[in-house]
């Protein structure tokens, strides 16, 4: 089974702090995304990733930046949290090799930024 | 980019019933897909329709899709009360996309 796992489930943090997110899959997908979720709005991507040292910003990718060094690891990062970014962040991934457009998501991360 | 629009955004039904979601898009897409998400976690993917398909079938779940409408529909048959949580359907927009859209979810709760 595919597994994608996320640092943490609850994060808070204070404004002003830098914020590492951190996203891991085991299924050699090609293919990673973060979104964030707020009520009323939805998921929004907000950086993805289609190969190594690759990052490509999605509709909100103000205030944040990505690395992913290692196929299987895309880290999300704020560079000085805000308390517009508390929020689900969301990670996930894919791959489009074996024909298959189905994303794979981890349990998320709800951060709060106080 | 442009969101799917669900409807309803929520539903309420009793343990039994059907349940129907719809969704709308504006774009060309050659696939639609449909996710869960159980409260606070993450989604899960549930089916996928291609553009040339007009019903899809898994399980309890079935699938329409009509592109000359640019809308599809979920149904869940003899719904249980873990089928409770948020649907959301996505796709594609645009030939060569990486980016999902994802509609904003149909909240549904199942009472035992």
């Known amino acids: 089974d595919v597994k994608v796992t996320q640092s943490s489930r609850y994060l808070v943090k204070r404004t002003g702090e830098k914020v590492f997110l951190e996203c891991v899959q085991d299924?050699?997908?090609?293919?990673m995304f973060w979104y964030r979720q707020d009520p009323g709005l939805g998921l929004r991507l907000i950086y993805f990733?289609?190969?190594?040292?690759?990052?490509e910003k999605g509709d909100i990718p103000e205030g944040y930046s990505v690395s992913r060094e290692k196929k299987e690891r895309f880290s999300l990062i704020l560079e000085s949290a805000s308390t517009n970014q508390t929020s689900m962040y969301l990670c996930a991934s894919s791959s489009w090799t074996s024909g298959s457009y189905e994303q794979y998501f981890g349990p998320g991360t709800r951060l709060t930024v106080t | 980019s442009q969101q799917g629009e669900e409807d309803p955004q929520a539903l309420s039904i009793q343990e039994g019933e059907n349940a129907t979601m719809n969704c709308s898009y504006k774009?060309?897409?050659?696939?639609l897909q449909w996710y869960r998400q159980n409260s606070g976690r993450g989604l899960v993917h549930l089916i996928l329709i291609r553009s040339n398909e007009r019903e899809k079938h898994s399980g309890r779940l079935r699938v329409t899709l009509d592109t000359s409408k640019k809308s599809s529909s979920l149904l869940i048959t003899a719904s249980r009360a873990a089928d409770t949580a948020s649907y959301f359907c996505a796709f594609y927009s645009g030939a060569g996309s990486y980016q999902l859209t994802f509609g904003k979810g149909t909240k549904l709760s199942v009472i035992p």
């Open positions: 299924m050699d997908h090609e293919n």
């Open positions: 774009t060309s897409i050659n696939n």
């Open positions: 990733s289609y190969d190594v040292k690759m990052k």
